[in-house]
């Protein structure tokens, strides 16, 4: 080792040994719950939020599950007398089941967001209890004491915070992406045969409901 490094290793121990002599621990320890306290609060805060857009997406997802019934019925109720209208209420269908698997989804994710705040907050405040009753006890070892030396580590909890806060801030960034639906360029030739296809596929499917109808 150089003797730069040396001098340079002596002299930061020398400082952090002076720094923690005239440290008032008593102060950083309450400034450390404070923040503690202020974290979990917002915590909950975002808990909060995700919750109110779960049920929110638990309601779209009813309304279009409620929606393809509708457009069920009533491509069975017109499929004698129009079976273009009763194409149309199945692709209608369609399109109700595909929405609602798409929120499905996203539901899947903000519960998972929820879980793990949850779970987060939980932690954060059985480490909260902890360090309040660590403060007590140092309180009143301070007071038969003046030699007390004390360290509270609390970087390894920012560290996570932080790493969570990332977490969160992804899932929502994919959720966004997977809002977004993707509408390819297709050329009239390949829009005309996947059009003939989707009719070929909805009276097929019109046809199984009405043999199932028929079979009731």
Same mark, same amino acid.
């Given at each position: 080792?150089?003797? !730069?490094?040396?001098?340079?290793?002596?002299?930061?121990?020398?400082?952090?040994?002076?720094v923690?002599?005239?440290?008032?621990?008593?102060a950083?320890?309450?400034?450390?719950?404070?923040?503690?306290?202020?974290?979990?609060?917002e915590?909950?805060?975002?808990?909060?939020?995700v919750?109110?857009?779960?049920?929110?997406?638990?309601? $779209?997802?009813?309304?279009q599950? #409620?929606?393809?019934?509708?457009? %069920?019925?009533?491509?069975?109720?017109? +499929?004698?007398?129009?079976e273009a209208?009763?194409?149309?209420?199945l692709? %209608?269908?369609?399109?109700? $089941?595909? $929405?609602?698997?798409k929120?499905?989804?996203?539901?899947? $994710?903000?519960?998972?967001?929820?879980?793990?705040?949850?779970?987060?907050?939980?932690?954060?405040?059985?480490?909260?209890?902890?360090?309040?009753?660590?403060?007590?006890?140092?309180? +009143?070892?301070?007071?038969?004491?003046?030699a007390?030396?004390?360290?509270v580590?609390?970087?390894?909890?920012?560290?996570?915070l932080?790493?969570?806060? !990332?977490?969160?801030?992804e899932?929502?960034?994919?959720?966004?992406?997977?809002?977004?639906?993707?509408?390819?360029?297709?050329?009239?030739?390949? %829009?005309? !045969?996947?059009? %003939?296809?989707?009719?070929?596929?909805?009276?097929? #499917?019109?046809?199984a409901?009405?043999?199932?109808e028929?079979?009731?």
């Amino acid at each position: 080792m150089s003797i !730069f490094k040396r001098l340079s290793t002596t002299l930061v121990s020398r400082i952090d040994q002076v720094v923690g002599e005239i440290e008032n621990h008593d102060a950083v320890v309450q400034a450390t719950l404070d923040d503690m306290r202020k974290k979990v609060a917002e915590a909950r805060v975002r808990l909060g939020h995700v919750q109110r857009e779960e049920q929110r997406l638990q309601e $779209q997802i009813r309304e279009q599950q #409620e929606n393809a019934e509708r457009w %069920r019925k009533r491509a069975v109720e017109t +499929a004698k007398d129009d079976e273009a209208k009763a194409l149309e209420c199945l692709s %209608r269908r369609k399109h109700c $089941q595909i $929405q609602a698997e798409k929120l499905q989804q996203s539901l899947g $994710q903000y519960r998972q967001a929820s879980e793990k705040l949850s779970t987060d907050i939980a932690s954060t405040e059985q480490r909260l209890a902890e360090v309040k009753q660590k403060l007590t006890l140092m309180r +009143a070892r301070q007071s038969t004491s003046s030699a007390l030396k004390a360290s509270v580590e609390t970087q390894n909890d920012a560290a996570q915070l932080l790493e969570n806060t !990332f977490d969160r801030w992804e899932i929502n960034i994919s959720q966004t992406e997977m809002m977004i639906d993707d509408n390819p360029v297709v050329d009239p030739i390949e %829009r005309e !045969f996947v059009m %003939r296809e989707q009719q070929d596929e909805l009276r097929e #499917e019109l046809d199984a409901l009405l043999n199932k109808e028929k079979a009731q």
